[in-house]
């Protein structure tokens, strides 16, 4: 490893290190920590991560309109997950693009996939698809949307309107797939406090950094990524890169990362934020 490499390490490492519970608070992830059973966990995850698009304080609102009417155990909610009763309590839910229909669509999808496979990890790891995540996420994502969706919609095919579809995107089409990945994330890493460590089937080496608005900037002035799209082919990048510090755990340093945007307000802009910013040795935003 090279002197600046090394050197960065340390920095990311340090910045690992100091993650706290603010930063939890103000992440979607926090809604997955209500909870203390597995599949309980496991659940919030899918559906937490699955909105996680927007402003943070829009999101963490929505959220709480999803889990609120859930109760003290999502797999129950789930397990007698009825689409007419769903649509009656959501009636009212909209974030963004997605509305009470989409939102019951996915409750009833994770219903099926615990029907089937017993749990979400279950299903995504069933797939006969070749060892690659990516084989899998395209797998996850093309299986979820075949689903018969018809109690929700009436239809066994998604109406062409529906937006459940921007909920599971998937490499084969470009996209970086953020929220899939944050998921992943969360559920596959060690339980370090922060992430979740409830998946065995799949290796933390394995993960592909979630890019957010926040990552792509942030990598790029860190030399992490050359690319200025914030696609799949980037994620890979940033991966790759993250790999050369930590082979054995690349995505580690996505949540202090990203919360350097998210908490701490780098907007890639300079000024005097960077005088306190912990990465701003490495960080070519003063050349820009």
């Given amino acids: 490893m090279s002197k600046n490499l090394s050197e960065l ?27 203390h059973l597995p599949a309980d966990r496991e659940i919030a995850a899918l559906i937490a991560s699955a909105f996680a698009y927007g402003a943070v304080k829009v999101i963490k609102k929505s959220l709480a309109g999803i889990f609120e009417p859930m109760g003290n155990s999502p797999s129950e909610f789930i397990d007698s997950f009825s689409p ?21 669509c996915l409750l009833w999808a994770i219903r099926k996939i615990r029907e089937k496979s017993g749990s979400i990890e279950g299903f995504f790891t069933g797939f006969d698809t070749g060892p690659t995540l ?15 969706f018809r109690p929700v ?24 797939c953020k929220r899939l990945c944050m998921f ?5 890493r060690p339980d370090d406090g922060i992430d979740l460590g409830l998946w065995k089937n799949v290796k933390p080496s394995e993960l592909v950094i979630p890019v957010d608005v926040h990552i792509s900037r942030i990598a790029r002035f860190l030399g992490l990524a050359t690319r ?11 991966t790759t890169s993250l ?19 998210i908490s701490e307000g780098c907007d890639g802009r300079g000024g005097e934020i960077c005088s306190t910013c912990p990465v701003s040795r490495h960080c070519s935003i003063k050349d820009g």
């Fill in 228 to 238: 200025t799209s914030a696609d799949w082919k980037m994620a890979m990048e940033i």
């Fill in 9 to 35: 390490k340390q920095t990311l490492d340090e910045l690992y290190n100091a993650r706290s519970t603010v930063h939890l608070a103000n992440d979607p992830l926090s809604f997955c920590h209500r909870y």
């Fill in 84 to 104: 007419a009763r769903g649509q009656k309590l959501f009636e009212g839910f909209r974030h963004r693009f997605n509305d009470g229909r989409d939102l019951c």
């Fill in 153 to 176: 919609t009436g239809s066994s095919r998604l109406p062409e309107d529906s937006y459940l579809r921007f909920l599971f995107p998937s490499p084969s089409g470009g996209s970086a």
């Fill in 134 to 148: 990516e084989a899998r996420m395209n797998s996850f994502s093309r299986e979820v949307l075949s689903m018969d």
């Fill in 184 to 188: 992943l994330r969360w559920v596959v």
């Fill in 243 to 261: 790999r050369l510090l930590d082979p054995e755990d690349p995505v580690k340093y996505d949540f202090s990362l990203c919360h350097l945007g």
